[in-house]
């Protein structure tokens, strides 16, 4: 079992960057695959990126690849968000979540853990 702690999350206005970082417990934190999803009030949950359990193969929702980063040290037991050029409309609530798998995984219903989100607000 592992259990995931978001932060980095704030208030930016548009065109900046924040960085997020998810905190995983546990010792084997390399047998798991990570993802990235973002919820926006009244809307689902989405995707937004994922890395495998290496960090050798990334995956992007396309309308956010070229602004967001996804990356990972397996040695802090830390998976990472680099969001630049920061819009209005990426103001969501962003969680990140782990499956333990060799695949790269991008479905929402596929992960088994959460962590409890960290708010992200970008003004105009």
């Known amino acids: 079992q592992v259990q995931l702690v978001e932060s980095g999350g704030g208030l930016v206005q548009a065109g900046g960057s924040l960085r997020l970082s998810c905190a995983a417990s546990?010792?084997?934190?390399?047998?798991?695959?990570m993802g990235w999803f973002r919820q926006a009030p009244g809307k689902e949950r989405e995707f937004v990126a994922a890395?495998?359990?290496?960090?050798?193969?990334?995956y992007y929702a396309g309308s956010l690849k070229g602004r967001f980063t996804i990356s990972r040290d397996n040695g802090k037991n830390t998976v990472y968000l680099q969001m630049n050029s920061l819009k209005p409309e990426d103001t969501a609530v962003y969680y990140c979540?782990?499956?333990?798998?060799?695949?790269?995984?991008?479905?929402?219903?596929?992960?088994?853990?959460w962590g409890q989100g960290t708010q992200v607000t970008v003004s105009s």
């Open positions: 890395i495998s359990w290496g960090g050798g193969s990334t």
């Open positions: 546990g010792h084997t934190f390399s047998s798991y695959a």
């Open positions: 979540a782990a499956e333990r798998t060799n695949r790269i995984v991008i479905t929402r219903r596929e992960y088994t853990y």
